[in-house]
């Protein structure tokens, strides 16, 4: 069994030596933690009858003034062989749920097996709880490995993906400033020629949402929206609050780039130095 002394006190609990508590050192408390009554008899129970087993109770929990430990885990040597909870938040609900990868296997819907019958949750635990096959063992290895290699393989691809994204503008504008020398050679790759013609028509806008994007980043641009004869002003380095004034009462320069956006009709091409428009009645000036 691997026990992390440096995460966990681990103190004995009930009447067996094969008993603990794991109680994470960031929550160590005076008192002393307890079986809840429920599971007692039943781990004990288990404790009695299976001494090469070590139950390890985790998550305690603070009930009636009692620090009660009602989820086990259940190790013999360092495997895991199962987990044994209480399921159910009244007494008159309580169930014993038992639960491993070989009772999930029996069950239509996965999941652990509930019961209020003794009898029938240790017959469970004797039927389903034994030291994992070497066949178990290469099916675990199989897909651990499996979902690791995933993992890395989709975080290396998020982290490329990432970096793609910071250099594409750079790449793109690059290539605008420079078409006529690297045409033949994008064309040679496969890219249409109609592709590199739409290339700064599709670049512009971009390049003008980038100033909008640095805008909201550092903060400086105002949203606009117009209140029957009046403007209600949200700053970006307060959004929270708002002042609502007249064309009149409003700075001459953010004046004119609202009215430059009102006749604008397109939502989604900003104008550079200017802002963009979100609908007819909402816009975004840039300082």
């Known amino acids: 069994m691997n026990i992390d002394y440096k995460k966990y006190d681990y103190t004995k609990i009930g009447n067996y030596t094969n008993l603990m508590v794991a109680i994470p050192k960031e929550r ?12 007692e008899p039943f781990i004990s129970k288990l404790a009695l009858t299976h001494p090469e087993w070590t139950i390890v109770g ?11 430990v009602k989820r086990f885990f259940i190790y013999e040597g360092n495997d895991v062989v199962g987990r044994v909870n209480r ?15 070989r009772v999930r296997q029996t069950r239509e819907r996965g999941g652990g097996m509930r019961t209020k ?46 970096v793609f994204l910071l250099l594409m503008p750079a ?13 033949p050679a994008l064309e040679e790759r496969g890219v249409g020629a109609s ?53 009149q009462q409003m700075d001459p320069a953010m ?19 200017v802002g963009m428009r979100v609908n007819a009645h909402t816009f975004y000036v840039l300082p």
Not at 58 to 68: G, K, N
Not at 87 to 101: A, P, Q, R, T, V
Not at 202 to 217: G, V
Request: hydrophobic share 40%; aromatic share 8%; proline share 4%.
């Open 28 to 39: 160590r408390e005076t008192a002393p933690a307890q079986m809840c009554p429920f599971m």
């Open 195 to 247: 592709t590199l013609d739409k290339l700064a028509a599709k670049l512009e806008p971009y390049n003008s949402m980038a100033e909008i994007s640095a805008a909201r980043a550092n903060k400086t641009g105002t949203i606009v929206t117009i209140v029957k004869d009046r403007y209600m002003l949200m700053h970006d380095s307060d959004p929270t609050t708002h002042a609502i004034v007249t064309s």
């Open 87 to 101: 399921d159910g938040w009244h007494e008159e609900d309580f169930k014993y749920e038992i639960l491993n990868d």
């Open 58 to 68: 985790v998550d305690p929990m603070w009930t009636r003034d009692v620090l009660q």
């Open 117 to 162: 019958d003794m009898k029938k949750a240790l017959k469970a635990i004797d039927q389903f709880f034994f030291t994992t096959t070497d066949e178990e063992r290469r099916f675990k290895a199989v897909g651990d490995m499996t979902s690791h290699i995933n993992s890395v393989t989709w975080g290396t691809h998020r982290a490329l993906t990432d």
């Open 171 to 183: 790449m793109a504008n690059y290539i605008v400033s420079n078409i006529d020398e690297l045409r």
């Open 255 to 273: 004046a004119g780039k609202i009215a430059i956006l009102k006749v604008y009709d397109n939502d989604e091409e900003p104008l550079e130095g």
